[in-house]
């Protein structure tokens, strides 16, 4: 990020487009086609803000934050099996044959709620709320009622991966950070264009600074995992600049008109503590997994300004909402959930109380490979104050400790432990327990 003070305004420069690797990867969007939320993949790999014509349908944005409020009182929880899953998946793989979308996008969940153990039927089921699903959008298929994108096998496989390695214990996420000497070519390009048009002044001071650095830290880089949480931090990028809004809920943005001051943004999880029956053999997934913070420094929260703090406080209070109209935050929210179930099979060694052997999907699994983002193509806007970039940071097995955990002492979770009887996912006529 960087910020000069000229004719009476701070110029905030901030990377906002996304190129990528050369052609070895595989890209899942047809090439030209409009990605996900906003953002669109172009015929160079590029990801770009995308012009959304016509004004938001605010009705339907408003229903779904509704239906996202009442979902988890209103309806029937499905069991997915594990196991089940990933034997389909495996044999399927075997004869070299197409994985289904509801075996991909486990049986259509839109968020992860429960856990449920069962040492003597060999089976470890998930369990939440699910949809229909509308794959539309290749890479980030959603429910069709709520517009929420809908969980991933592929990013549990990712996230196993990443848990694994010697490294992937502290945490995983990404950064886009200014280039070093972008502060020198700001000020030159302002000196010699200052009484430019705005158009032009931003145009000539975007080409001057060049492309700035994409890190994926901790994971695998040509994943989707790794697009989404590139991709979330990009839209993240336009709300603290204010160059995009919330059309159902006001959180302002986190430009500072009162002082210059270099400040980054990152979404980190946030979650109560796992809800767990004495047995151990039931979780609760519960909160609003993720949050925002702030802070001089990538990932240090000290030296944050008063009014990206407030910022940071208005947009984590309004989690739910901003997903719900947002799929990017909401399919981060996936993430963080298909990486808090990694850290907790790995804590609880969930795969050796039932007998499952995941070695196959995570040493063997074929996962599809995404464009992956190297470097970003600056964009800049003229406001009246400063503000920052930011970034993704996960840590999550903190998240399953035996501190983070709080015994189930109502029994509502031991009688939603239904084993399914047919197939390798039901819906249950069960009532849901209040959140």
Do not use: H
């Not at 012009?51 to 997915?80: C, D, F, I």
């Not at 994971?219 to 590139?230: E, W």
């Amino acid at each position: 990020m960087t910020q000069l003070w000229r004719g009476g305004m701070w110029l905030s420069v901030l990377g906002l487009l996304l190129l990528t690797r050369g052609a070895s990867a595989q890209i899942i969007l047809p090439v030209g086609t409009p990605s996900v939320a906003g953002v669109a993949l172009d015929s160079e790999g590029m990801i770009r803000a995308r012009e959304v014509e016509g004004q938001p349908n605010l009705a339907l944005l408003r229903a779904r934050v509704k239906l996202a409020e009442e979902a988890p009182k209103a309806e029937a929880l499905t069991y997915v099996s594990l196991p089940r899953l990933l034997a389909q998946v495996r044999e399927l793989s075997k004869a070299a044959k197409p994985i289904p979308q509801d075996l991909r996008c486990m049986g259509g969940l839109t968020q992860l709620r429960y856990v449920f153990v069962f040492p003597e039927q060999k089976d470890l089921v998930l369990a939440g709320y699910a949809e229909e699903i509308d794959a539309t959008t290749a890479v980030e298929p959603v429910g069709k009622a709520s517009g929420r994108p809908v969980l991933q096998l592929e990013d549990l496989i990712v996230a196993l991966r990443t848990i694994d390695q010697p490294n992937g214990k502290s945490f995983f996420g990404c950064s886009i950070d200014t280039v070093p000497d972008a502060l020198k070519k700001s000020d030159e390009v302002a000196a010699k264009y200052g009484n430019a048009p705005k158009a032009e002044l931003l145009k000539r001071m975007a080409d001057a600074i060049g492309p700035q650095k994409v890190s994926v830290i901790n994971t695998a880089a040509d994943t989707r995992l790794a697009f989404v949480m590139v991709a979330a931090d990009f839209k993240l990028k336009r709300f603290t600049m204010g160059l995009e809004t919330s059309p159902v809920v006001a959180i302002g943005n986190a430009v500072d008109n009162s002082r210059s001051a270099a400040c980054r943004f990152w979404f980190a999880p946030s979650y109560e503590p796992l809800l767990v029956t004495a047995a151990g053999d039931a979780y609760a997934i519960r909160g609003a997994r993720l949050q925002l913070k702030s802070g001089a420094q990538s990932f240090d929260e000290r030296g944050a300004t008063d009014k990206a703090k407030a910022f940071a406080k208005k947009f984590t209070e309004n989690i739910p909402a901003l997903a719900a109209t947002n799929p990017l935050f909401a399919d981060l929210q996936n993430i963080a959930d298909m990486a808090l179930l990694a850290a907790l099979i790995r804590a609880d060694k969930l795969d050796q109380k039932v007998g499952l052997d995941m070695d196959w999907a995570i040493s063997s699994y074929d996962v599809t490979k995404v464009v992956v983002p190297r470097t970003t193509e600056t964009q800049v806007n003229v406001t009246g104050g400063s503000v920052a970039s930011g970034g993704v940071a996960l840590s999550m097995m903190p998240l399953v400790g035996e501190t983070a955990r709080e015994k189930a002492s109502d029994g509502t979770l031991a009688a939603l432990k239904q084993r399914p009887t047919e197939g390798w996912i039901l819906k249950a006529s069960l009532e849901s327990p209040k959140k």
